[in-house]
């Protein structure tokens, strides 16, 4: 089983920063891509940053030179380092990660999970 535990949203003004993480754990043998998503209230949740394993980055329009996604492979953890921000970029982020799997006892790769985070609120006020 793999989980995903999100942490450091939360209510920020106008140009301020934050900087969500997102920590993998469970039975993992490597991770494929990790990204960021946002849904805003009435709206369908859309990708906002993607990184590969190695390293490469992409991101959505809106948030390109504001927003810089980062990970430590070393402990399964993405990072959205999140700056001018504003009133449209309030919504849910969640995180997502393309997880190998393994098992106790078996060696190499088990299995193949796309993983969710339960999503943390990030308000940004006017």
């Given at each position: 089983q793999v989980q995903l535990v999100e942490s450091g949203g939360g209510l920020v003004q106008a140009g301020g920063s934050l900087r969500p993480s997102c920590?993998?754990?469970g039975t993992?043998?490597?991770?494929?891509?990790m990204g960021w998503y946002r849904q805003a209230p009435g709206k369908q949740r859309e990708l906002v940053a993607v990184i590969t394993s190695g390293g490469s980055t992409n991101y959505e329009d809106s948030v390109k030179g504001?927003?810089?996604i980062s990970r430590d492979n070393a402990k399964?953890?993405?990072y959205l380092r999140m700056n001018s921000l504003n009133t449209e970029d309030t919504a849910v982020y969640y995180c997502n990660a393309e997880v190998l799997t393994t098992a106790r006892g078996v060696p190499g790769i088990t299995g193949r999970v796309n993983a969710w985070g339960q999503g943390t609120q990030v308000?940004?006020?006017?």
């Open positions: 920590a993998a754990s993992i043998f490597s991770i494929n891509n504001r927003f810089t399964n953890t993405v308000t940004v006020s006017s």
